[in-house]
DNA sequence: ATAGTTGCAAAAGCTTTGCAGTATG
DNA sequence: CATACTGCAAAGCTTTTGCAACTAT
């Protein structure tokens, strides 16, 4: 079964990364492209060296350094998001076509939730006015345990 | 100039730390209670190797081994909190004392500023009502810039 | 042709670990 | 006096860097 709503949104962030690449005067190498989507054909919050496992063992072969280095460009241009759930070990996660959305994480098994509330946008709004500050982003992590026992 | 009221709660959490270490049968060992009273002279949110830099310039001589125990041992015992600020630096600061409260940070300078906000303890207990979980901590980092120039 | 990129391996940065010696209870 | 803790150095892990080879433009 192919989801066609994944192919269409993969085709578009392709596309919009070759614009990206094309604006910055960037090389659309085929390790880029490669990345993006394997990052788009998973559903998880994945740190790079999962994902340099993952491409080693499917079809296409890229070197670790190509890896971090496409994830930065990758963050730098808001298709990817970064995140860090406690250890120092850093998560992606794609970003396009996704609303704004936070994290619950069970410090028993590790799973991780997204949430979104509304709350979170009226608190960055206040805090920037009153702190004087342009606020651009934010993090939000709820830590605890699965009450249903963990997987 | 001595502040009596920060002699006052380095005398308290001193005391505090001793029964702790009493009921849990690990020793009161002067490197601990000299970390943990460094920790509490300072006002930032600094990392283990400040930390480990500053006593090793004051009177006291410590090892790194002893600093990251330290720290991990404050920490599950709630006298000193962990942070991270978008990096994979892990950032402490003192517990004890203070009212619940979150970090704005600028990503050009790296000033770090807190504040509270009631609505992150709704949202917490809303979620964790949501999503099933015994929510225990939460994490809040709002990034941006500084409006009146850096540092 | 000419840089920007890649891959590899080495290095860097933070943190943890093993072990012999030391000091607490 | 038993053993938990310390210090030191080595190892571990994630991430970055240097450089020669490659390739997109």
Redesign the pocket.
């Known amino acids: 079964m192919v989801d066609t709503a994944l192919e269409d949104t993969i085709k578009e962030v392709l596309q919009q990364f070759s614009n990206h690449?094309?604006k910055?005067?960037?090389?659309?190498?085929?390790?880029?492209f490669a990345i993006l989507e394997e990052i788009y054909r998973r559903t998880d919050h994945f740190?790079?060296?999962a994902l340099y496992i993952h491409m080693k063992t499917q079809s296409y072969?890229?070197?670790?350094?190509?890896?971090?280095?496409?994830?930065?460009l990758l963050v730098s241009c808001n298709l990817v998001t970064r995140h860090q759930f406690g250890s120092?070990?850093?998560r992606y996660e794609r970003a396009h076509g996704r609303r704004q959305h936070d994290h619950i994480i069970c410090t028993n098994c590790g799973k991780v939730l997204e949430f979104c509330d509304p709350r979170i946008q009226q608190i960055k709004d206040m805090m920037g006015e009153l702190m004087n500050f342009n606020v651009e982003s934010h993090s939000l992590n709820l830590y605890g345990t699965c009450k249903d026992g963990c997987e």
Do not use: M
Request: aromatic share 4%.
């Open positions: 690449l094309e910055t005067n960037q090389r659309k190498t085929p390790e880029r740190d790079a060296e072969r890229v070197s670790r350094a190509t890896v971090y280095n496409t994830l930065e120092n070990l850093a």
